[in-house]
């Protein structure tokens, strides 16, 4: 069964500064796409950014870049200047092709931005 | 464009009793997922249809969980008779393609007391 790993419940940044937040899975499968997701306070869960797990080239959104590694199953964000309203819950997810298409979060990850 | 709407937002509960959700998808996503988030854990799957068929039941937690779709459309997820783990956010997302970017409600906060 495909598992997806957050291990910081919890983190802070300046404004203006870089985070990287951390996400890692397990799955036997070749091909699958992985997704950050972020829910604002009282808000809505928004796609941030998507990689398809047959591209080697990271995927870049503006201010948001990921580091994918294949072969260690880790999927991290980079966020680079920080904004206030960067704060929010990350989810890291993982999407299953083989059969049926069923997305498998993270615990998510509470990030604050500081001004 | 009208998002995914979910009603109610926050609905409190006495253990024993029953309760629905609704979901309203973005019009046209025929994909149609439900989710539960209990405090501090993961965002869990419960089910997944396509239209108004069930593609996928696998994470529904037991027979007191029921799905529909009607129609296509709108789903309702009914949880009868209410238990007290049965608390947590529900998640209702919509997509139009089956890799595609999912499209989230804000969720119903089910309290069971």
């Known amino acids: 069964a495909q598992t997806v790993t957050q291990s910081q419940p919890e983190m802070s940044v300046q404004e203006a500064e870089t985070v990287t937040l951390s996400c890692t899975y397990d799955?036997?499968?070749?091909?699958?796409?992985l997704f950050w997701y972020k829910q604002p306070p009282s808000r809505q869960m928004i796609l941030v950014i998507r990689?398809?797990?047959?591209?080697?080239q990271n995927a870049t959104e503006n201010r948001f870049s990921v580091n994918f590694q294949k072969a260690a199953k880790s999927f991290s964000l980079k966020i680079s200047d920080s904004q206030l309203g960067d704060t929010a819950m990350y989810f890291c997810?993982?999407?299953?092709?083989?059969?049926?298409?069923?997305?498998?979060f993270g615990t998510g990850t509470r990030l604050k931005v500081l001004a | 464009e009208a998002g995914v709407t979910q009603f109610p937002s926050h609905s409190v509960i006495e253990k024993g009793q029953t309760v629905t959700l609704r979901c309203d998808p973005i019009?046209?996503?025929?994909?149609l997922y439900w989710y539960r988030r209990v405090m501090g854990k993961e965002i869990k799957f419960l089910l997944h249809?396509?239209?108004?068929?069930?593609?996928?039941e696998s994470g529904m937690p037991n027979n007191r969980f029921l799905a529909e779709r009607t129609g296509g459309t709108y789903s309702t997820l009914k949880v009868q008779p209410a238990e007290l783990e049965d608390s947590g956010v529900y998640f209702c997302?919509?997509?139009?393609?089956?890799?595609?970017?999912?499209?989230f409600g804000e969720g119903s906060r089910l309290t069971v007391l």
């Open positions: 997302a919509s997509s139009q393609l089956f890799t595609g970017e999912l499209f």
């Open positions: 997810a993982f999407l299953t092709t083989s059969g049926t298409y069923k997305y498998i």
């Open positions: 799955t036997s499968e070749n091909n699958y796409y």
């Open positions: 019009s046209g996503h025929d994909n």
């Open positions: 990689q398809e797990a047959y591209k080697q």
């Open positions: 249809f396509v239209k108004e068929s069930k593609q996928d």
